[in-house]
């Protein structure tokens, strides 16, 4: 565990780490908004995919993949309870979001600045980094939402090193959480 000022320091840890200049990510739409400016000051290119609000805001799994640019693409950012929309995905959808990471072999990054809150008994939250054994996940969280604190900008980032994969990524991240 990393911590950052606030969610919005560990997302932008979290980017810096994964991804240099020119490089992309994915990100949601809608999706919370500072995503799109942490890319632009970090030189990072980002494509959105969409939620279909129709379905419970679940990810158009085709239309993701379609986003997907090989050797380009260097992170799937996930917000999971949904910021902005409220909602938890199933942990059958999480299974196919994982699905599709695991087949292109590109990480998430999960957005869980609202962990553990849900509006729907039949949706309870699942944590991505904690649904998968060989995806590698960085989950970002702050004690700001969960506990009610508003201003107290203490985040954090939580690696899920499965694979190895981030073995160097825990290296930098550890060098972005002392600045």
């Known amino acids: 565990m990393f911590l950052a000022f606030g969610c919005s320091g560990a997302l932008y840890n979290s980017i810096a780490v994964l991804c240099e200049v020119g490089d992309r990510i994915l990100v949601p739409k809608p999706g919370f908004p500072l995503c799109q400016p942490i890319c632009q000051n970090l030189g990072v290119e980002f494509d959105t995919y969409n939620l279909l609000p129709e379905e419970g805001w679940k990810i158009d799994l085709d239309q993701l993949r379609s986003q997907i640019v090989p050797n380009k693409t260097k992170a799937i950012l996930i917000n999971n309870p949904s ?97």
């Open 83 to 179: 910021n902005p929309c409220g909602s938890c995905f199933t942990a059958e959808h999480i299974q196919e979001i994982l699905a599709v990471a695991d087949e292109f072999k590109i990480p998430i990054i999960a957005d869980e600045v609202y962990y553990g809150l849900s509006y729907d008994p039949e949706r309870p939250f699942i944590s991505m980094g904690q649904s998968t054994t060989t995806v590698p996940v960085i989950c970002t969280g702050a004690i700001s939402k969960i506990y009610c604190l508003p201003g107290w900008r203490c985040g954090w980032t939580v690696v899920y090193n499965n694979g190895g994969y981030f073995d160097d990524v825990l290296t930098r991240l550890n060098m972005h959480s002392m600045i």
